[in-house]
């Protein structure tokens, strides 16, 4: 079994900043891409960064120079340093691998159960 587990959520003024933490844990052979997304009230499930295995970034253009997604591979862990933040950001933020159970097992898509983020004017 693996399992996604976020951490660091919270409420914080606008401008401020927050670090969100996603470690992934139990049957893992190797990952692949590792990402946040995030929903707010109302709205679809969007992308904010992916991280591949090698380091590669990359951004939704809505917090691009204000996001930074960062990977220790040694601890299959994934981390959302958030600055400036704004009301606009103000949402369940979720973590997802890309990641093989096994060796002999294809790739598999999971998610963390999400951690609120809850930006005040």
């Known amino acids: 079994q693996v399992q996604l587990v976020e951490s660091g959520g919270g409420l914080v003024k606008a401008g401020g900043s927050l670090r969100v933490s996603c470690e992934a844990s139990g049957s893992i052979f190797s990952i692949n891409v590792m990402g946040w997304y995030r929903q707010a009230p109302g709205k679809s499930r969007e992308l904010v960064g992916t991280i591949t295995s090698g380091g590669s970034r990359s951004y939704a253009n809505s917090v691009k120079g204000r996001f930074t997604i960062s990977r220790d591979n040694a601890d299959n862990t994934v981390y959302l340093q958030m600055n400036s933040l704004n009301a606009g950001d103000t949402a369940v933020y979720y973590c997802?691998?890309?990641?093989?159970?096994?060796?002999?097992?294809?790739?598999?898509?999971?998610w963390g159960q999400g951690t609120q983020v809850t930006v005040s004017s």
């Open positions: 997802n691998a890309v990641l093989k159970p096994s060796s002999n097992s294809g790739f598999r898509n999971y």
